[in-house]
């Protein structure tokens, strides 16, 4: 995934939550901006959990952005790829 492509979900007006879906299989739900930092190389970003822990990401292994509807419907997603 490019840098631009996560920092345009990232300062998307509305804000709209979103999962990271990773290489290896993990997803990590991104339910605001405040729970996000994207370092200054551009390449990796912090997302913090609720619990107090964080998840140190390289945006190379982000293979989907998921967005999901609020309400009732199905989520929608943006597909992305890793290259």
Same mark, same amino acid.
């Given at each position: ?10 300062? #998307?007006? +509305?804000?709209?939550? $979103? &999962?990271?879906? *990773?290489?290896? @299989? !993990?997803e990590i #739900?991104? +339910?605001?901006?405040? $729970? &996000?930092?994207? *370092?200054?190389? @551009? !390449? ?40």
């Amino acid at each position: 995934m490019t840098v631009d492509i996560f920092r345009a979900a990232y300062e #998307a007006q +509305p804000f709209e939550p $979103f &999962v990271l879906h *990773l290489a290896d @299989g !993990r997803e990590i #739900a991104v +339910p605001s901006r405040e $729970f &996000v930092y994207l *370092l200054s190389t @551009g !390449r990796s970003v912090i997302v913090a959990k609720p619990n107090g822990g964080y998840n140190a990401i390289d945006l190379l292994l982000v293979t989907d952005l998921e967005f999901k509807l609020t309400g009732s419907g199905s989520g929608r997603r943006r597909r992305t790829s890793s290259s």
